[in-house]
């Protein structure tokens, strides 16, 4: 079965720390995935996609297939990151956005 | 373009009635997805449509529960009767621009007493 686990509830780290979310994915398929964030009082959007191997924000994903991990991180952590971290895997292919969410991680970033 | 748009965005009502829940998506995306977010589950599909067609409804949790798109411009989400446990952020989301990016509304708070 298709399944995003993202183990931490709640990350808590200091300004400047290095930050790690962590996601792991299980699919039988060759996946596709993402990282959604959600800031207080907006949407939930997307931050970026493993396709791109883009750094947004100063935050990179790397999909390890050996692992089937796909962490999130940033070195320098900005209290501006705070926010609710969604790790989602499309079943479909990413052009039809069916994606499976895992149940997020809450970032609190501390002065 | 305002982007996707819910209404209402929080709704609180008695266990019975009957609530339903409307979604304006962005023109041109041929996609459309309800989840549901709760505390303790996280984000959940509910259904979503291609070109206003049901593609998938099995994470519909019951028969209470039942979703629409009469047109590419509309879709609304209704259950009945209401219960305290689909208290919940409803979203609705659309895709179509060939990237794989969801496009969130910015959801409704139901609140069922």
């Known amino acids: 079965a298709q399944r995003v686990t993202q183990p931490e509830k709640l990350l808590s780290v200091f300004k400047g720390a290095p930050v790690e979310l962590k996601c792991n994915y299980s699919?039988?398929?060759?996946?596709?995935l993402f990282w959604y964030v959600q800031y207080s009082r907006q949407r939930l959007q997307l931050l970026l996609r493993h396709i791109s191997r883009e750094s947004i924000k100063g935050f990179t994903a790397d999909l390890n297939k050996g692992e089937t991990s796909f962490h999130l991180k940033k070195p320098f952590a900005q209290e501006e990151d705070s926010a609710m971290y969604y790790c989602?895997?499309?079943?479909?292919?990413?052009?039809?956005?069916?994606?499976?969410f895992g149940k997020g991680t809450k970032l609190s970033v501390k002065p | 373009d305002a982007g996707v748009i819910q209404s209402p965005r929080h709704e609180v009502t008695e266990m019975g009635q009957e609530v339903t829940l409307r979604c304006k998506p962005i023109s041109g995306h041929d996609y459309l997805f309800w989840y549901r977010q709760t505390m303790m589950r996280g984000l959940e599909l509910l259904i979503y449509?291609?070109?206003?067609?049901?593609?998938?409804d099995s994470g519909m949790p019951e028969d209470r529960f039942s979703a629409k798109m009469p047109n590419a411009s509309f879709s609304t989400l209704k259950i009945q009767p209401s219960e305290p446990r689909d208290s919940a952020v409803y979203f609705c989301?659309?895709?179509?621009?060939?990237?794989?990016?969801?496009?969130f509304g910015e959801g409704s708070r139901l609140t069922v007493l």
């Open positions: 699919y039988s398929g060759s996946p596709e």
């Open positions: 449509f291609n070109n206003n067609v049901p593609i998938d």
């Open positions: 989602a895997l499309s079943r479909h292919g990413g052009s039809q956005g069916n994606l499976i």
């Open positions: 989301a659309g895709q179509g621009d060939g990237t794989g990016e969801l496009f």
